[in-house]
């Protein structure tokens, strides 16, 4: 290391906590302005492309000191070379942030988070965060653009991959598991990066489901719905946040003051940075909230903007701005500090390179140890949709199994979207794990049949040739990883191209041997006509690095499958969209004609949220409450005798639903509540119990602050929302 470079360690140090805010200070003190709006810059250097394409000088812009943050880079040895410029280079040698989207793993690649999320599984699921941030923080990296906590209720919306499901209970303690997961207690540690919780707000309720379209939520929506798992990021201490590229009722996010400093600021407490998303301050042009860049800059940092994502705005309107005597020294100043409060916190003053470590980069990348919870969590995260017949799992004795389909053989799209630096090659694909795993006792016979998305079906005959020849068939469907994920939007959410008429050719074909279908996609379809074509359908989300053996371990039963669907899955397009947590309305469904209903469809989903079956079962006996009555703040137990009724050691989640009947404003039929994740071998049963107290039994008052309103209640305890009944209580005045 240089002297120069040493020279900086010394001189910044990592302070006392208590020292740091008068370090940050000292530092601003000797600061030019360009050298603050630096630090409010942000660029890429290219190695992904999430974006659309803007040149940039990038490195020279660091040696200048006028670029302190870069995205899209990585490697240990890369990222050095350019702190380098940083740290020697410039007249401060300010370290440079480094941030990149490690979404659901960085070199291992973990299940796509939505089908993470149908594991249940917190603690797997922050485990999952922490070895994706120990691989990116060896590479590097300080910093992820993830979680993504958009709540999202629309399947259209490709970005349902990316999060947690319809769900607003759930997705906060998600929320708040991958926070954990990605920045551990400690930041400085060489296992742990800041997170970023995105997209604030309602991004998930972009109209018709096309990315970056408008929204325009109610108040209560925005309270009782989008906001809540930003607020648990807070909570869990996240130390950026991003604000989505919508605007909301006429206002881009990334203009929104009433959002990202009274609300995230003044009234959660957030100490943290602030940066947009790409290019979205240069977008508030388009918007039409801007007449241009300069413009677009002022409103970007009066609303609480603190780095501009490579729009370069910042970069070429705030001095002008400063000058002009339109943006207030005091503005940039704050804007700064907390840029380098988060660089402190990383421990970047005290040594700006301990995050760029070959020797750790190549322990610890894509280890045996990371790709064996890679392969738990992709075995967790499935959903056995249906299984007629009890086909899944295949007997151990078949001579022989066809796998038909387009991913049959497909490796890099098990990987699904925004897979950081993964690598497809890596990934064993369905048909060779299965190999793998069968070695010759099971004769192995692969036909394409199709591809994802074309209309050609010249190799229809050939797969059903070998559906006949074999003893069972295996059909791997779904879509290509690059279908969701941003900008990646569908109008029309069933199987894409010929697949469904393979499916129903092939089974035709295979009738009366066991049939299976499994899943490959980033959001919940429409696969009515699947369902009705074969048995049993195993849904495996874009399962990562190791899906393939993930699924070759479910399909044949050495694991069971245990995940339960977090988003609902429509019988049509058209019903979109459709949640668990609808409202009655004032004509419910009935035989009648004047209720809310659809002349060519019914109301329910095809596989209801929370729904997910194994290859056992599961009886659940009546409900029991400690009571019938709770005072306001005590609490009621609710219990249930769950039994395991099958032949097989099981795993079940047990879901708390409730539901408020009468109240000063309209509340869903049923609310999560809470679950257990319970394992019981045949015979046994369980006696799972849950505490019901205040926090959950209130709601946005008609001024949208918390309120515990007096009636009944109905507590449901099942294993999926599409179970009915329940007993009541009261809850006293
Ligand atoms: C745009 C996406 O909306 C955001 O989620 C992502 O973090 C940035 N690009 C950076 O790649």
Redesign the pocket.
Known sequence: MSKRSLKSHTKYSKPAAGKLERKIKALLAKMTLAEKIGQMTLFTAMWAE??PTIDNNFMQYVREGRCGSI??AYTADYTRSLQKLAVEETRLGIPLLFGF?VIHGHRTIFPIPLGEACSWDLALMEKSARIAATEAAAEGIHWT?AP?VDVARDPRWGRVAEGAGEDVWLGCRIAMARVRGFQGKDLTADNTVLA?A??FAAYGGAEAGRDYNVVDVSERTLAEVYLPPFKACVDANVRTF?PA?NEIAGIPCTASRSLLTETLRQKWGFSGMVVT??TAINELVPHGVAGDLTQAGQLAIEAGVDMD?QGGVYFTQLEALVNAGKVSPAAIDEAVTRVLRVKAELGLFEDPYRYCCEKREKRRILSPGHKAVAQKVAEKSMVLLQNEGNVLPFNRNLRSLAVIGPLAEAQLELLGNWYGAGDGRKVVSVTAALRDKLGDKIQITTVTGCEVDDEDDSQFKTAVAAARQADAVLLVLGENGNMSG?AACRVDIDLPGMQNRLAEEVARAAQGKPVAAVLFNGRPLAISRLAKAVPAILEAWFPGTMGGQAVAEVLFGDTSPSGKLVMSFPRQTGQIPIYYAAKNTGRPISPDKYTSKYLDCANTPLFAFGHGLTYTTFSYGPVRLSATSMPTHGKIRAAIKVTNTGSRAGEEVVQLYLRDLVACVTRPLKELKGFKKIKLKPGASAEVKFTITAAELAFPGPDLEPLVEPGEFEVMICGSSSVASGQRFTLLP
């Open positions: 999430t974006g995205f899209n989207d653009f993504m970023c995105k997209h991003m590229f998303d790409y994502m941003e």
